[in-house]
């Protein structure tokens, strides 16, 4: 026999207005604490369904927020390069953007699949 799972339970507007409010900018140990019940597993879960994302990370500082023009030389590359794969595509982007490889190759990957170029 399957151990039982607690019924599923929907976030309500008001859960969603507390995301809106203190996901972007506040810590996990407050969010928790305002959303009780809920674990951070499904906070972050809703919260990336509303389209909201984390500004800080605690202890680490801002997150780097990708600008329309960083966007826009990541896909001109990807249509340049099939699809940015290569590795000196990457290691050019990486020079010319400042930002560390792995943030370059995570948001190469991201841009091509939703342009419909990943597959």
């Known amino acids: ?42 906070i972050t879960m809703r919260a990336h ?23 826009a030389e990541v896909i001109a590359e990807l249509t340049v390069s099939q699809f940015g794969r290569r590795n000196r595509d990457i290691a050019g982007l990486v020079a010319r953007l400042g930002l560390p490889r792995g943030r370059v190759e995570y948001r190469v990957r991201l841009l091509a699949d939703t342009l419909g170029a990943g597959r």
């Open 1 to 42: 026999m399957s151990p039982s799972r607690a019924p599923r339970r929907y976030f309500s507007a008001e859960e969603d207005a507390i995301l809106r409010r203190l996901y972007p900018r506040g810590g996990q140990a407050d969010l928790l604490a305002a959303l009780p019940g809920r674990n951070w597993k499904g």
């Open 49 to 71: 369904r509303l389209g909201l994302y984390r500004e800080v990370r605690e202890g680490l500082g801002e997150f780097h927020r990708w600008q329309a023009d960083q966007d």
